[in-house]
């Protein structure tokens, strides 16, 4: 009975045997289908990282391209209004000169009005002056035509004075004309 023993023994420990080698190839393929789901799953992840990675870099590169953009349109607006504040202040230098040289022009046109008036007044003064010299004249001519005395010149201070003629006396004239020696002269237009 022991060599029946051993049989058995022997058929179990084959069998169990058959078992093992069974249970082992079975996990040698279990390990290889891991394995190459493994790989996989790495060669999934690569990919997907490099997917994420070309991404994120056309995200950056468009990011970058945005700054850019962002930066140009900045410095084109700034560069506009900078053009607009210089021309502006050309502008108003340019009007403040202009009315300066109108302030200035009126000022000199003020000044000779001015110096005009003056001189108009000067001439009226002297033209007075001289129609009542004129008056005086004649009236003596009128006198000494009609043989009377001639009548003194007006005091010094009264108007149509004239000082030449109050050092020289009066000379008689030769008889003419009542207007002989006057001259008229035409007043200036206002």
Same mark, same amino acid.
């Given at each position: 009975m022991r060599p029946a023993r *051993? *049989?058995? %023994? +022997?058929?179990?420990?084959?069998?169990?045997? @058959?078992?093992? $080698?069974?249970?082992?190839?079975?996990?040698? #393929?279990?390990? &290889?289908?891991?394995?190459? !789901?493994a790989r996989d799953a790495a060669q999934a992840l690569h990919d997907e990282r490099q997917a994420a990675a070309t991404r994120t870099?056309?995200?950056? !590169?468009?990011?970058?391209?945005? *700054?850019? %953009?962002?930066?140009?349109a900045l410095a084109a607006a700034q560069a506009a209004h900078a053009d607009t504040a210089r021309s502006g202040e050309q502008d108003r230098q340019r009007h403040t000169a202009q009315l300066a040289a109108a302030t200035a022009q009126l000022a000199a046109a003020?000044?000779?009005?001015?110096?005009?008036?003056?001189? $108009?007044?000067? +001439? %009226?003064?002297? $033209?007075?002056? %001289? #129609?009542?010299?004129?008056?005086?004249l004649t009236g003596c001519l009128h006198d000494l035509?009609? @043989? *009377? &005395?001639?009548?003194? !010149?007006p005091p010094p201070g009264h108007a149509g004075h004239d000082p030449a003629a109050e050092d020289t006396p009066a000379q008689p004239t030769p008889a003419g004309p009542a207007t002989a020696g006057t001259r008229r002269r035409k007043a200036p237009s206002r």
């Open positions: *051993r *049989r058995v %023994e +022997a058929a179990e420990a084959r069998d169990a045997a @058959g078992e093992a $080698l069974t249970a082992m190839e079975t996990e040698s #393929r279990a390990r &290889q289908a891991a394995d190459a !789901a870099a056309e995200a950056e !590169a468009a990011i970058t391209a945005a *700054r850019t %953009e962002h930066h140009t003020n000044d000779t009005i001015a110096a005009l008036r003056d001189q $108009l007044a000067r +001439a %009226e003064t002297a $033209l007075d002056r %001289e #129609r009542a010299e004129q008056r005086r035509i009609a @043989g *009377r &005395q001639p009548t003194p !010149a």
